[in-house]
C-alpha cells in the first residue's frame, strides 16, 4: 500500500464511521477518492479491495439499500461501518491479571504470533491506563520458534485456506505431496501437529511439522469450513503417546556422560534387546549400555551428534536413523562451494514495515492518545517500537485526515508541541478495534499454554483474565481453540523453584553442573539473575564466578543446587534483552561461517546470526560466534544434511573427518 493509500483508507474509514444513514458509491468516489477517470470498473475494483483492506483491520463494511432496490444497484446502495459492533468492548483488568497477560503476550516474543500479540496488547491499554505491574522477578517463559512452516500453516487456518507440502510419512518412510484443510496446530510430545483433513485420503490426519520436507503452498483461491466444535487441544490429547522401547548402544570409554546418567540396569532390558546385546559383541575400548526411547528419530539425531563416540546397536530402525542423518551430513558438507555474498549486518532479522502497519499503527495510537494525554513523543515512539521519525510522519497524516469535505474541526486535532502529544478531536476514533483472529489467539493460547507454570498458575488471576478476555473476543475468541502452545512445566520443579527463590532475594547458589559439549562436570558459584525457557526447557542466566562472566545454564543439566549462604554480588545484572539469550558473546569467540538448506535456516535465528547471505535454493549462509569450537562436528552430525561448516577450513575439515569416522562405524 503506497502513503496514499494509507490516508485514503483511513479517510473513507472515517467517513464510514460518522455518518448513520450511510454513504452511496458516488459521494464516496466524489468526496473521499476524488476519482474523476469515469473508468466505474477501475474505481468498483479499487473500492472492493478497501473495502477488504477494512475488513482486515476488523472493520465490517455494512451494506444497505433503499426499499425494493437490490444491493447490485450501486444507485441506491450506501455503506457505513457500525461504531459499536467493531468495537473492542472495554476490559478492566487488576494488577494481577496485568501481569498473567504480560507474561502470555511475550510467550510469542520469538516466534509466531509475536506481532499479534503486542498488537493484541496496546489495544488494551489503549482502552485505559495498565496499572502499574511488576513481571515476576527474572521469569521469561517462552514458546521455541517452530520455523516458516508454522508461520504459513497458521496464516493459513486463519485465512480458511488449504495448504499442500511434500510430508515423510513415519508409518511408510515415503515421501508423499499432501493437500490439507487446516483445522489446528498444537504442540505435544515436544512436537508441533498439524491436525486437519487429508484431501488424498478424505479423512482427518495428524501431521508432524518436523516431518514436512518441502515449504508449504497456501492455496489462497480455495476455502473451506472447518468443524464448528473443534478443539485442537481436546484432539491432541486423545493422541497415544508412543510406547517405551528399549535401545543397545555402544559407548566409548570415558566419554558421554551425559547419556550414561540415562542407562538402565541390565535387569531392566527386555527379551529383544537383550538378544541383541548377546548377538552383537562391543568392541574394545567401549561400554555396552541400555536406554529408554519412545521416538527412534529423536534419540537418532542425538546418536549422530555423538558421532564415532557412540554406536547405534539395537533395534535396526534406530541404527539405520542415524545412518541416514550421518550420510546426508557428510554429503552436504562434501558439495560444491555455494557462491554468495553477506548482505549487511544484523543482530537478528527486522520485517520491512510496510503502509498497513502503519495503518494499524495509527488505529491504535489515537485511542491510546485519547487515554494518555501529554505524553512525550519518545515516550509514545518507544511504546510503539517505532523512531521518533516514524511517530511524527504518523501524526502528520492523522492531522490531515477527517471528515469528507468538513471544516477544519472535521479534521483529527492532535498537537506535540514542546514534545509533549496531546489530542482534542479523535473523530469517533477514540475506542481500539476489536481484536483479530491472530490477536485473540495469540493471547489466549498464551493465557491457556501458562497454566502448570509455578507461581502463576495458582490463584484465580489467569482463570479471570482469560474469562474476560474470552468474553471482549467474541468470535475471534472462539477461534483460539485451533491452536495448542507446548507444556510449561519444568521437568525439575524443585531446581526451578531454587533458582527462582534465589533470584527474588538476591542469593548466590552453589552449582553442580554437566556440560554435554565439553563431557565434564564442574562446580561453581553463581549469581542468579533470570529464569528463561523455550516451551518446557528452562534455563537460567547466571554471572559466573568460575569463568568471571555471564553463562546461561540448562537446568536439568544441573545435578545439585543450593544456596551457599552469601548474597548476589554488587552489580551483577543480565545481559540485555529481552528475552534473554541461549548464547552469550564473548570476545574470544571464533566467528564460523555456515551454510543452512531451506529446512535448516532457523539455525541463523537460533545462533544469532551477524549477517547472513541469501541462496537461490531458499537455503543462506550464515556468520555465527561460537565460544567453544570442538563441538561444532556434533553441531553438523545432529542436524543431518541443514548445516555445514565452510570457514575456517580446519574447523570445515575437522567435521568433514568426524562424519566419516562415524560413517565408517555403520560400515561407510
Same mark, same amino acid.
Given at each position: 500500500?503506497?502513503?496514499s493509500r494509507?490516508?485514503?483508507l483511513l479517510n ?6 460518522n455518518t ?5 458509491r458516488s459521494e ?9 477517470s469515469g ?5 468498483g ?5 478497501d473495502?477488504?483492506d477494512?475488513? @482486515? ?17 450501486p444507485a441506491t ?6 461504531? #459499536?459492533s467493531n ?13 498473567v497477560?504480560?507474561l502470555?503476550s511475550q510467550?510469542?516474543e520469538?516466534a509466531a504470533?509475536?506481532?499479534?500479540? =503486542? ?8 482502552s485505559?491506563?495498565?496499572a502499574?505491574?511488576e513481571?515476576?522477578?527474572g ?5 521455541k ?9 497458521v496464516?493459513?487456518m486463519? *485465512?480458511?485456506?488449504?495448504?499442500s507440502?511434500s510430508?515423510? *510419512?513415519?508409518s ?13 496446530l498444537?504442540?505435544?510430545?515436544g512436537q508441533?501437529?498439524?491436525?486437519g483433513?487429508d ?12 516431518r ?9 483461491k $480455495? @476455502? ?5 466444535d ?6 491432541l490429547d486423545?493422541?497415544?503417546e508412543?510406547?517405551?522401547r ?5 559407548v566409548? $570409554?570415558?566419554r ?5 546418567r ?6 531392566a ?7 541383541a546385546?548377546?548377538?552383537?559383541r ?8 541400555s536406554?529408554q526411547?519412545?521416538?527412534?528419530e529423536?534419540?537418532?539425531e542425538e ?5 564415532p ?6 533395534? #535396526?530402525?534406530?541404527?539405520?536413523a542415524v545412518?541416514?542423518?550421518?550420510k ?6 562434501a558439495s ?10 544484523r ?5 520491512s514495515?510496510?503502509?498497513?502497519? =502503519?495503518?494499524?499503527?495509527m488505529?491504535q495510537l489515537v485511542?491510546?492518545l485519547v487515554?494518555?494525554q501529554?505524553?512525550?513523543? @519518545?515516550?509514545?515512539a518507544r511504546?510503539?517500537?517505532v523512531?521518533r ?5 504518523d ?7 477527517g471528515?469528507p469535505?468538513g471544516?477544519?474541526d472535521?479534521?483529527?486535532?492532535i ?5 509533549h502529544?496531546?489530542?482534542?478531536q479523535?473523530l ?6 476489536r481484536?483479530?483472529?491472530d490477536?485473540?489467539c495469540a493471547l489466549?493460547?498464551g493465557?491457556e499454554?501458562?497454566?502448570g507454570?509455578p507461581?502463576i ?5 489467569l #482463570?479471570s483474565?482469560?474469562?474476560?478476555l ?6 475471534e ?5 485451533s ?7 519444568p521437568?525439575?520443579a524443585?531446581?526451578?523453584a531454587t533458582v527462582? @527463590?534465589?533470584? $527474588?532475594s538476591r ?9 554435554p559439549q565439553?563431557?565434564?562436570v564442574? #562446580?561453581?558459584?553463581v ?13 537460567f542466566?547466571a554471572?559466573?564466578?568460575l569463568v ?7 537446568l ?7 544456596p551457599?549462604?552469601r ?6 545484572t ?5 528475552p534473554?539469550k541461549l548464547f552469550?558473546?564473548?570476545?574470544d ?7 543452512l538448506t531451506?529446512q535448516?535456516?532457523?539455525l541463523a535465528?537460533?545462533y ?10 531458499g537455503g543462506l549462509?550464515?556468520?555465527?560466534r561460537?565460544g ?5 562436528p556434533?553441531f ?6 541443514s548445516a555445514r ?16 569416522a562415524?560413517? *565408517?562405524?555403520?560400515?561407510?
Amino acid at each position: 500500500m503506497s502513503v496514499s493509500r494509507t490516508e485514503r483508507l483511513l479517510n473513507l474509514l472515517i467517513a464510514l464511521l460518522n455518518t448513520r444513514y450511510g454513504l452511496r458509491r458516488s459521494e464516496l468516489r466524489e468526496k473521499v477518492y476524488h476519482d474523476t477517470s469515469g473508468n466505474d470498473v477501475a474505481f468498483g475494483r479499487m473500492f472492493e479491495r478497501d473495502k477488504n483492506d477494512l475488513r @482486515q483491520f476488523g472493520f465490517d463494511v455494512e451494506t444497505l439499500t433503499d426499499m425494493g432496490w437490490s444491493e447490485d444497484d450501486p444507485a441506491t446502495t450506501r455503506y457505513r461501518i457500525g461504531k #459499536e459492533s467493531n468495537r473492542l468492548p472495554e476490559v478492566q483488568l487488576e494488577p494481577e491479571e496485568w501481569t498473567v497477560l504480560l507474561l502470555a503476550s511475550q510467550l510469542w516474543e520469538r516466534a509466531a504470533l509475536g506481532t499479534a500479540a =503486542q498488537s493484541a496488547l496496546r489495544k488494551l491499554q489503549a482502552s485505559g491506563r495498565m496499572a502499574d505491574v511488576e513481571l515476576p522477578a527474572g521469569l521469561q517463559p517462552r514458546i521455541k520458534p517452530a520455523g516458516q512452516a508454522f508461520d504459513d500453516v497458521v496464516a493459513a487456518m486463519h *485465512a480458511r485456506h488449504p495448504v499442500s507440502f511434500s510430508y515423510l *510419512a513415519g508409518s511408510t518412510g515415503k515421501e508423499e505431496l499432501r493437500t490439507v484443510e487446516p483445522w489446528g496446530l498444537g504442540s505435544r510430545f515436544g512436537q508441533w501437529y498439524l491436525v486437519g483433513y487429508d484431501r488424498a485420503r478424505n479423512a482427518p490426519r495428524h501431521f508432524r511439522l518436523s516431518r514436512f520436507t518441502s515449504a508449504v503452498t497456501t492455496l489462497d483461491k $480455495e @476455502q473451506y469450513s472447518p468443524p464448528a466444535d473443534f478443539n485442537i487441544r481436546q484432539e491432541l490429547d486423545r493422541l497415544p503417546e508412543l510406547p517405551l522401547r528399549t535401545a543397545v548402544v555402544d559407548v566409548r $570409554e570415558g566419554r558421554l556422560l551425559a547419556l550414561r546418567r540415562r542407562a538402565l540396569e541390565p535387569s531392566a532390558l527386555d527379551a529383544a534387546a537383550y538378544g541383541a546385546a548377546a548377538l552383537n559383541r562391543e568392541e574394545a575400548g567401549y561400554n555396552r549400555i541400555s536406554l529408554q526411547f519412545r521416538d527412534p528419530e529423536t534419540l537418532a539425531e542425538e546418536l549422530a551428534s555423538y558421532g564415532p563416540n557412540v554406536l547405534a546397536v539395537f533395534p #535396526e530402525e534406530l541404527a539405520g536413523a542415524v545412518r541416514r542423518r550421518l550420510k546426508a551430513a557428510a554429503d552436504f558438507s562434501a558439495s560444491p562451494l555455494p557462491d554468495y555474498s553477506f548482505s549487511p549486518a544484523r543482530a537478528r532479522p527486522v520485517r520491512s514495515r510496510t503502509s498497513e502497519d =502503519q495503518l494499524k499503527r495509527m488505529l491504535q495510537l489515537v485511542p491510546f492518545l485519547v487515554h494518555n494525554q501529554g505524553l512525550h513523543i @519518545q515516550d509514545v515512539a518507544r511504546h510503539f517500537g517505532v523512531t521518533r521519525k516514524e511517530l511524527e510522519d504518523d501524526l502528520r497524516i492523522l492531522i490531515c485526515s477527517g471528515l469528507p469535505e468538513g471544516y477544519p474541526d472535521d479534521l483529527l486535532d492532535i498537537q506535540w508541541e514542546n514534545d509533549h502529544v496531546f489530542i482534542t478531536q479523535d473523530l469517533d476514533l477514540k475506542r481500539p478495534v476489536r481484536f483479530t483472529v491472530d490477536e485473540a489467539c495469540a493471547l489466549l493460547t498464551g493465557l491457556e499454554t501458562l497454566n502448570g507454570l509455578p507461581g502463576i498458575a495458582e490463584g484465580g488471576a489467569l #482463570e479471570s483474565v482469560t474469562l474476560k478476555l474470552l468474553a471482549a473476543a467474541g468470535e475471534e475468541g472462539l477461534r483460539a481453540a485451533s491452536l495448542a502452545g507446548p507444556e510449561m512445566e519444568p521437568a525439575d520443579a524443585a531446581a526451578h523453584a531454587t533458582v527462582r @527463590q534465589a533470584i $527474588e532475594s538476591r542469593s548466590q547458589l552453589h552449582l553442580t553442573y554437566l556440560s554435554p559439549q565439553r563431557d565434564n562436570v564442574t #562446580e561453581r558459584d553463581v549469581d542468579p539473575l533470570r529464569l528463561y525457557s523455550l516451551d518446557n526447557t528452562w534455563y537460567f542466566e547466571a554471572y559466573c564466578h568460575l569463568v568471571n562472566g555471564l553463562r546461561n545454564f540448562r537446568l536439568d543439566r544441573v545435578q545439585d543446587v543450593h544456596p551457599n549462604g552469601r548474597p548476589m554480588a554488587e552489580g551483577s545484572t543480565p545481559s540485555e534483552g529481552v528475552p534473554a539469550k541461549l548464547f552469550t558473546p564473548n570476545d574470544d569467540d571464533t566467528t564460523v561461517t555456515v551454510q543452512l538448506t531451506r529446512q535448516g535456516r532457523g539455525l541463523a535465528d537460533d545462533y544469532y546470526a551477524e549477517r547472513t547471505a541469501e541462496l537461490p535454493d531458499g537455503g543462506l549462509v550464515a556468520d555465527i560466534r561460537f565460544g567453544h569450537t570442538a563441538w561444532l562436528p556434533m553441531f553438523v552430525a545432529q542436524h543431518g544434511g541443514s548445516a555445514r561448516i565452510l570457514a575456517p577450513e580446519p574447523l570445515a575439515a575437522a567435521s568433514r573427518e568426524w562424519l566419516e569416522a562415524s560413517l *565408517a562405524r555403520y560400515g561407510g
